[in-house]
């Protein structure tokens, strides 16, 4: 079965610089992964998915993520934070084989940023 | 832009009510799934269905039960609520691929 590992459950940084999120999956082969944020009281909004290629990705709102195989790992980075991206962070894997586990997502903790003026 | 729709937003009810939590998308997907989110904690899967008549248990053991008669419309129902349902309840749905679309979720309170 699959897991999810977000190490950080809370990060403060102060707006303008960097970030980077961390996300640790367990999963037998390439899985697909994704990262979701999650604003007070609101549903979760997808930033950006790996699911083959590129091993790093673009998403939304200047986030970037790199899948790096070798350390079952996808990162979550941003140059330099807004203090909108104050949010909950969501680190998920989906099975990519058959069967009934296709499509369905396994969560990780959620890491909570904080962003200083 | 994703269109899935759930209501009510927030709930506060009595213990021992029937409650129904309704999720709707117009994007004619044909996977939907239940998410159930404690306060500060991951989601956990808690139903999902691969299309009309077909509803299946998920990771996480759940005394909601959920039908899907139609498409478009994946609701949620609790018999008797309890304390213990005090949650958050985030409905989604998807297509092809990998990637779920999410609602804005239910806040639910029993008292």
């Known amino acids: 079965a699959q897991s999810v590992t977000q190490p950080d459950i809370h990060i403060t940084v102060s707006e303008g610089a960097s970030l980077e999120l961390r996300c640790n999956y367990s999963?037998?082969?390439?899985?697909?992964l994704f990262w979701y944020v999650q604003s007070p009281g609101q549903g979760l909004q997808l930033l950006l998915k790996?699911?083959?290629?590129?091993?790093l990705v673009q998403g939304i709102k200047g986030f970037e993520a790199e899948f790096k195989r070798s350390q079952s790992s996808f990162n979550l980075r941003k140059p330099s934070v807004h203090w909108s991206d104050a949010a909950e962070y969501f680190c998920a894997v989906a099975a990519n084989a058959g069967g009934t586990s296709y499509g369905k997502l396994t969560f990780g903790q959620g890491t909570i940023l904080t962003v200083h003026p | 832009e994703a269109d899935i729709y759930q209501t009510p937003r927030y709930l506060v009810i009595g213990t021992g009510k029937k409650i129904t939590l309704e999720c709707s998308q117009t994007?004619?997907?044909?996977?939907m799934y239940w998410y159930q989110q404690d306060p500060g904690m991951e989601l956990h899967l808690i139903h999902y269905s691969y299309g009309v008549n077909s509803t299946e248990k998920g990771d996480l053991s759940s005394e909601s039960t959920v039908s899907r008669i139609r498409t478009e419309h994946f609701p949620l129902t609790l018999e008797s609520a309890r304390p213990s349902h005090t949650s958050q309840y985030l409905c989604a749905s998807r297509r092809f691929g990998n990637e779920q679309f999410f609602g804005p979720g239910t806040r639910l309170t029993v008292l």
């Open positions: 994007m004619g997907h044909d996977k």
């Open positions: 999963y037998g082969a390439t899985p697909y």
């Open positions: 790996y699911f083959s290629g590129d091993t």
